[in-house]
């Protein structure tokens, strides 16, 4: 087994385990230092977006997401500054530097009082792409945009 062998399974453990943070405590995310964080009054929106290869089998089955080497999944959360789940309704699109296009259709996938919108999206190895996420809590009358860049890469 080589270096490199070690150091992918390294890195899997670690973006495991950031997701695993990001899931399980989004509330502590200021204290964990998380930058994948919009403010907008007092709605917290958190993101990431990563390969789907990174879920393990069982969650993937168990909230019907595909698995690829070339899909990603990003992962939208609202919550007030208290640490309630918000309802959003949400839309977007993902491009890369040739200004193709995705559009993101998200699901909503609820564990307890915990609301996650995921989307899916096809990718090839270290494609920059940036999203586009409209965002409005059900409460709320106007729409709030976040857009941010990732790098995405096939193992």
Known sequence: MTDTFYLRIMNRKL???SLLLFFLIPGF?????????????D?????????????SPEIAN???????KDLG?????????????????IHGNVQNIF???????FNLVQEGDALYYLAS?????EDFLTFSIWIKPQSATQE????????????
């Open 15 to 17: 973006c495991l385990l």
């Open 29 to 41: 995310a200021k204290e964990l230092n998380i930058e994948n964080l919009k403010q907008h009054a």
């Open 43 to 55: 709605l917290e929106i958190y993101y990431s977006a990563f390969p789907s290869s990174f879920i």
């Open 62 to 68: 168990s909230n019907r997401i595909s698995q690829r």
């Open 73 to 89: 999944i990003v992962n939208i959360v609202g919550l007030k500054r208290y640490g309630n789940y918000v309802p959003l309704a």
């Open 99 to 105: 200004q193709q296009k995705q559009i993101l259709n």
């Open 121 to 125: 999206f096809n990718y090839e190895n």
């Open 144 to 155: 709030n945009q976040i857009k941010f860049q990732k790098i995405m890469y096939i193992d």
